[in-house]
């Protein structure tokens, strides 16, 4: 539930919040750290989870790289994430190629913009043709097919969610955008720097999605603008959906894409049992 330098920083910065916040809706819950009340993942943990990288091609001056989404490796080839990560028409004019990463630091928490040192792996945006666009943002689970597979496992599996398990604890990951204080303004909002994960419970479950507390006087954690399309874990370890949105200024409430609906894991499936269908060649 979506980096830029000084200058530029007001102006980058503000064109990159507007499109997540309007265009992508990179919609995801951040406090004190990164995610939301949250801490940096350990070398060895969410190794699967990954950010999405876009190239910015300015009219002026030269390219580089900010953080978009975040997504998770379900197989060698195939990444989930969000649909509305994936829409290439409701990419900024300037944003050019997007590549996925697994490294764990992608930028210094001072600056918009992405090392360019990072890691990039080549791949295709594949958008549920069902998503509806930023309007209701149904159907929002999307995946990026990487062009080379990867060597890895073992892969997440899916977990279910029922109405039974409100108040149950969920683990969330994602590299949005940090929050150095507790203020409402979105004016404490800091740049991505690393992979990040919380801790929420669930507060609610519908037929498409799953909304979990990030209450920060209660101690919850969650999500923020650069989460979305990033994973929410059960115990077990189990993705059971990926970030869609949230309140606008990270404090609240984290709405995520349930991934064990018949549509998404349709849709899921549909992807990993062809990703050469989708992959560049």
Not at 35 to 50: A, L, Q
Not at 111 to 122: F, I, K
Not at 166 to 182: A, L, M, Q, S
Request: proline share 7%; aromatic share 10%; charged share 20%.
């Amino acid at each position: 539930m979506t980096t830029h330098p000084r200058d530029q920083i007001r102006r980058s910065a503000r064109l990159l919040l507007l499109a997540w916040v309007g265009v992508l809706s990179l919609l995801v819950p951040s406090v004190a750290h990164a995610i939301t009340n949250g801490n940096p993942t350990k070398d060895d943990e969410y190794t699967h989870v990954g950010a999405f990288i876009v190239e910015v091609l300015p009219a002026e001056g030269a390219p580089y790289l900010i953080q978009l989404c975040t997504g998770t490796l379900i197989s060698p080839q195939v990444v989930l994430t969000a649909s509305h990560c994936m829409v290439r028409d409701d990419y900024a004019p300037e944003w050019g190629e997007v590549f996925f990463t697994l490294d764990k630091h992608i930028g210094d928490g001072k600056s918009w913009r992405v090392y360019d040192s990072v890691s990039r792996l080549e791949g295709t945006p594949v958008p549920d043709p069902d998503y509806t666009g930023k309007a209701h943002y149904a159907y929002d689970v999307g995946a990026f097919v990487l062009k080379d597979a990867l060597a890895a496992a073992p892969y997440p599996q899916f977990g279910t969610l029922d109405r039974s398990l409100r108040g149950t604890t969920f683990t969330t990951v994602g590299y949005g955008i940090e929050r150095y204080d507790k203020q409402k303004s979105t004016g404490a909002f800091m740049p991505p720097k690393e992979r990040m994960v919380a801790t929420q419970p669930l507060t609610n479950v519908t037929p498409q999605y799953a909304t979990f507390s990030m209450n920060l006087a209660r101690g919850h954690g969650g999500t923020c603008y650069g989460d979305s399309g990033g994973p929410h874990f059960n115990a077990a370890g189990e993705i059971v959906a990926v970030t869609t949105t949230g309140d606008i200024p990270c404090k609240a409430t984290d709405q995520a894409t349930r991934t064990d609906t018949e549509a998404a894991q349709d849709f899921i499936t549909g992807v990993l049992a062809n990703p050469d269908k989708y992959a560049a060649p």
